[in-house]
């Protein structure tokens, strides 16, 4: 064998095994709670982006980042930050963040932080969070910011948003641990605020009182009846809307569906009743008047509401004017006689009953079921009678 081949084969064997000696070295391991974003020096590719696993990067062609996936946070203690009336207010808040996991975001944290470690990135991140917060609590009061601290942090986050997407970031959390003032400003919010959550307090057991059964129409009047929202909160009186001004038309076709438990009749007998009862603008131009000037300035959802109100009220009032016998002697009087109970109040806001369908009655005693079998005997001896 010429000496020329034996230095060839010799000299590839030597290589073969410094390829497999540097092979592993050129692997690179990715943890789960990080990510690789791996571009070539020609820049030309779509960069690639790994979350977990061990990955190829072949020196003078490859290129990467790895990015810490883990939540960051960057506390502010008590810097001084002027609200829209120019008080001085004392904020101490904690901001989470993270690098958001879309494939974009990934890339375009990977260009801003590259070479960086996490205490490099909290401190840029700081400068954002920062100047968002003085701008935000510049827009609103001390008020507003005590009295609903959540559409304060709605607000920061969203003028949050755009900033950390061009870092590629993201608000996790936003943590608002102390708010204070050396004006008494502060103090005087936090009691008015009190006040108010006492007077909301004070409606909501009068309103579940009133209406045990409907928390739709409860949360709605809650909010009619309950002191403004502090965004209105001014020194100048609210000028309301006269109610003739905003005219409603009142619904012709409203269909409910109750399923009523343990109704109680005139003998005190629980009923279980499924009925499905319609509702709609009355026939009558007088009641229709009235009840557009009743109505005047509620929105359809708040009419739908009312009516479904009258209805459930006034047939429980109907049920208890009745006893089993009355229900099983004349299904079509009780209809009857529901109809009238509920047409009464539904007058008064333009209304009126246009079917009652009785789906279903039952009792867990066997009331009804012993009334049916004694009103089909007493049937039975008239007939033989006859």
């Not at 008020?143 to 590629?168: A, K, T, V």
Request: aromatic residues 6%; hydrophobic residues 40%; charged residues 25%.
């Amino acid at each position: 064998m010429e000496p020329w081949v034996i230095i060839t084969l010799f000299g590839a064997v030597v290589l073969f095994g410094i390829a497999l000696l540097l092979l592993p070295s050129l692997y690179v391991t990715v943890p789960s709670s990080e990510v690789m974003v791996r571009t070539t020096r020609a820049a030309k590719d779509e960069p690639s982006i790994f979350k977990e696993g061990r990955i190829l990067v072949i020196p003078l062609y490859h290129r990467y980042s790895i990015l810490d996936m883990h939540p960051m946070k960057v506390l502010f203690n008590h810097p001084t930050f002027l609200d829209q009336n120019n008080i001085r207010l004392k904020i101490k808040i904690l901001f989470t963040f993270a690098i958001s996991e879309e494939h974009e975001s990934i890339v375009i944290a990977a260009r801003r932080f590259a070479g960086r470690n996490s205490s490099q990135i909290e401190e840029m991140a700081s400068e954002i969070f920062l100047g968002e917060l003085r701008n935000t609590v510049s827009v609103m009061s001390v008020e507003q910011i005590i009295g609903n601290r959540d559409s304060f942090i709605d607000l920061l986050s969203r003028n949050l948003g755009l900033e950390l997407s061009n870092f590629g970031l993201y608000l996790v959390n936003c943590t608002i641990a102390e708010i204070s003032d050396d004006s008494g400003h502060v103090e005087a919010a936090i009691a008015k605020k009190q006040d108010r959550d006492t007077e909301r307090d004070k409606v909501q057991r009068e309103l579940s009182d009133r209406y045990p059964h409907n928390p739709e129409l409860r949360a709605l009047l809650q909010r009619k009846l309950s002191l403004e929202p502090l965004e209105n909160d001014t020194n100048e009186p609210q000028h309301s809307t006269s109610k003739q001004e905003n005219p409603v038309e009142i619904p012709p076709h409203i269909y409910f569906k109750f399923d009523f438990k343990d109704m109680p009749t005139r003998q005190d007998i629980l009923l279980n009743i499924k009925i499905n009862i319609a509702v709609g603008a009355s026939s009558d131009q007088q009641f229709l008047q009235n009840g557009t000037k009743a109505l005047s300035g509620r929105s359809p959802l708040e009419i739908e509401q009312i009516a479904r109100e009258m209805v459930s009220q006034d047939f429980s009032s109907a049920i208890r004017m009745t006893t089993i016998e009355d229900i099983n002697r004349s299904r079509e009087w009780f209809l009857s006689h529901c109809s009238d109970i509920i047409d009464e109040k539904l007058n008064d806001i333009g209304m009126g009953i246009r079917f009652i369908q009785v789906v279903d009655i039952t009792d867990d005693s066997g009331w009804i079921e012993r009334a049916g079998a004694r009103a089909l005997a007493d049937a039975l001896k008239n007939q033989e009678r006859e």
